[in-house]
DNA sequence: CGGCCTTTCCACCTTTCGGACGATGCGGCG
DNA sequence: CGCCGCATCGTCCGAAAGGTGGAAAGGCCG
């Protein structure tokens, strides 16, 4: 019997991963939470599982922003308490993907995946194995090909702040740099991305998820 | 007894969905669907429900891009066929609120309600009464109160290309026109939006949900 | 230790943008 | 009919952004 842990901060879709896993004769559900903090504390707490399910964005609309994301939790649980981890989520960016992945995420779904999928990913990574769905692998692929992230973190730090519309010399004075230092990371930025310009930098940016 | 129909292409979700329906005494599934073309077919053949929950994203994410919309979906069900539709969908943008609102969507929720608001949100649906989240009141109130909207179809059209990363000369050939119009309808945008350069005004367009 | 990368900065120059005018034609509306 | 909003173009000018070509200091690593 395969115990599993719902982290999800949408009450509905944990329903329905109650609903796949309880539909399974091989696996059960034991505990239920919908915050990362609950998720922990539980662990922490004595409890055990053989895997947990996660959503990787955890209080990301509401008004009190994030406390503790999806990847750091994720790494948290991996490895302090050797518990696999699959992260089932709804947007599938480059970004999320590879962040679950570095923080050791034993598998990646997409919540449009089939139920069928699902529990067969479950056992898989209940028994210790990584599994990416069909789409993940697909877009991690396409992410490798691409000539992406190679940005420093200074870099990144400025292509943010460019894509919240700030102008060079906002961001110069925000990062307590000069407005030259500025204009070089942004020349850097754009031979990194191949981009022409910041709006269009900004673009990239998003379309890869580097946001 | 009312009568609801689930239409979700996240299996996942609709699973859910169904767990909170089926718990309800007062409530029961009548037909489940993936896409929006499944659901009026069933309609069309003679289905008949008290309520239809829908997700305005219908195939979003595959590379099968987008055959008919949530938003589409919505009026046709409400003026074809007489019954109200929830939606409830993970992220609500301004925009697609907007668009579900005034495809005559009875209710709009996000996913991330709890339980008994959905329960309590379906059975006023059915009733007939119009109800939103408090999240999606709280939305909408800003919108409102923001000075957005009053872009015409040529600047919204001009503000996209500059979200994109286009250059004021590439959108000037893109949209056969010269760059002083492009300038002027930046300038315009500018103006509306409050912002101060094209950058900006692509953070606010996203920000806003005007993609 | 000597490259290599990152971060910081500089100067000079060209291109692009944005602001401030104005001008035309078109279509709707009272 | 005049007025207004929209779309289309124009000019002039200053400011912002981008390209080129440096340079110096610090960290990392073989």
Do not use: C
């Not at 609903?19 to 539980?42: F, N, Y």
């Amino acid at each position: 019997m395969i115990d599993v842990v719902l982290a999800d901060d949408h009450p509905v879709v944990r329903a329905g991963l109650r609903a796949v896993v309880d539909g399974q004769p091989d696996m059960r559900v034991v505990h239920e939470t919908g915050t990362a903090e609950d998720l922990l504390a539980w662990l922490g707490g004595g409890g055990r599982a053989d895997v947990v399910l996660l959503d990787l964005r955890f209080g990301d609309a509401g008004p009190g922003r994030s406390r503790l994301g999806g990847a750091e939790a994720t790494g948290t649980v991996v490895h302090r308490h050797a518990t696999p981890v699959l992260v089932v989520t709804t947007y599938g960016t480059d970004a999320d993907i590879l962040a679950a992945v570095e923080a050791g995420a034993t598998g990646y779904l997409l919540k449009d995946a089939p139920t069928e999928e699902l529990a067969r990913a479950i056992r898989s990574a209940a028994a210790g194995e990584v599994i990416l769905g069909a789409d993940v692998q697909r877009r991690l692929l396409g992410r490798m090909r691409s000539p992406g992230e190679n940005l420093s973190a200074r870099e990144l730090e400025v292509l943010r702040l460019v894509a919240a519309g700030r102008s060079n010399d906002a961001i110069a004075r925000e990062l307590f740099v000069s407005v030259a230092t500025v204009k070089s990371h942004l020349a850097h930025i754009n031979t990194k991305l191949g981009t022409q310009s910041r709006t269009e930098a900004a673009a990239v940016a998003r379309e890869r998820g580097m946001l």
